[in-house]
C-alpha cells in the first residue's frame, strides 16, 4: 500500500520540523557574520580615514611651518646670514 502524503506528514514531522528549525538557525548565523563583517569593513574604512586626516593635517602643519621659516630668512638679514653660513661651502659670499 502506497502511503499518502498526508500519512507521510505524519510520520515525519518531528524531523521536518527538526530541518526548519535547524536552516533557520543557519540562516541567522549567516547573517550574523555577514553583519559583522560588514561592520568591521566599516571599522577599518573609518580607521583608515582618520589615519589620512591626520596625515593630511600633519602635511598642512609642516607646511606653514616651512613657510613661516623661509619668511623669516627672507626678511631677516641675521637669520639669512646664518642660513647662509650654515649651508655655504663658501662662507665668503654670505655677506
Known sequence: MI???L???R???PALAAG???LLILLLVRCS????DSAVDQARDAGASEVREQAA???LNRTL???NAEEAVRHNPAVRNAACL???RTPENCD
Open 3 to 5: 502511503p499518502t502524503a
Open 7 to 9: 500519512a507521510l506528514l
Open 11 to 13: 510520520r515525519f514531522w
Open 20 to 22: 526548519g528549525v535547524l
Open 33 to 36: 557574520d555577514r553583519a559583522q
Open 57 to 59: 593635517t600633519e602635511t
Open 65 to 67: 611651518e616651512a613657510i
Open 86 to 88: 650654515r649651508h655655504s
